[in-house]
């Protein structure tokens, strides 16, 4: 996963991490495409909040694409 970094003029920040997208649907094969995942914090908002929910987030995605990886 490659991961970019940058601030915005508005003081918020974003990170876009590239990563792939797999899917499959019943009487499809798997399917595999890359996709952009943006996370942008906005400073004027609870940050607690929002970290915490893109960190539950980024973790659910990890764990996911380890178990597709494993099958």
Do not use: C, F, Y
């Not at 995942?37 to 380890?66: D, I, M, N, R, Y």
């Amino acid at each position: 996963m490659d991961n970019k970094k940058r601030q915005e003029e508005d003081g918020s920040k974003v990170v876009v991490a590239e990563t792939t997208e797999q899917r499959s649907s019943a009487g499809k094969g798997p399917e595999q495409r890359k996709t952009e995942v943006v996370h942008q914090s906005h400073p004027k908002t609870s940050g607690g909040v929002l970290v915490g929910a893109a960190a539950a987030v980024e973790s659910t995605l990890e764990s996911a694409k380890q178990v597709i990886s494993k099958k």
